[in-house]
């Protein structure tokens, strides 16, 4: 996999991409760490309404521990992650919330779109890839890499 290729050589401007592969996320994720990127996995198996996704979410991207659970400190905290060179969200099986609360996840979309927009402002980019969306996802740019 070549996240990090299409990343660092700004392939793609930053976005929200659809992967398709199953290479383990260590895998996909692999060569960001040491071009200072910080990288994030979150494990939609374990996402499939609001609570569990910002639960999960507050996990997987280290929120504080004062991460407050409502979309609002969601927006503040992916506003204000740890400094790096950029960052690279890797969301998998994010069907399941999508189908289970489809009004709630579009409001954990519109917070993640406008994250990445408020990233691409800086110097300091924000890609989100999801992988095994589902057909509902089908409107998401395909990120066009291949699997290992």
């Known amino acids: ?27 996909v994720l692999d060569g ?5 990127w910080r990288h994030y996995y979150l494990d ?6 609001k609570p569990s996704f910002l639960k999960e979410s507050a996990k997987a991207l280290h929120f504080p ?10 927006e503040e905290c992916i506003r204000d992650l740890p400094p790096a060179k950029g960052y690279v969200v890797l969301y998998d099986q994010v069907d399941q919330f999508a ?3 489809p009004e709630e996840w579009q409001i954990a979309l519109d917070i993640l779109s406008s994250a990445v927009a408020f ?5 300091t980019p924000l890609y ?6 589902g057909r509902w996802a089908a ?3 395909l990120a066009g890499l291949t699997s290992q």
Do not use: C, S
């Open 65 to 74: 521990d004062y991460f407050g659970q409502n979309w609002d400190a969601f």
């Open 32 to 36: 960001l760490v040491d071009a200072d």
């Open 128 to 133: 989100i890839f999801f992988r095994n969306t």
């Open 99 to 101: 189908i289970k609360e």
């Open 44 to 49: 939609g198996h374990k996402v499939y309404d």
């Open 1 to 27: 996999m070549q996240i990090a290729k299409f990343v660092l050589t700004n392939a793609r401007p930053p976005a929200i991409y659809r992967l398709h592969t199953r290479a383990k996320p260590n895998v």
């Open 139 to 141: 409107r998401l740019p």
């Open 119 to 123: 990233w691409r402002k800086t110097d």
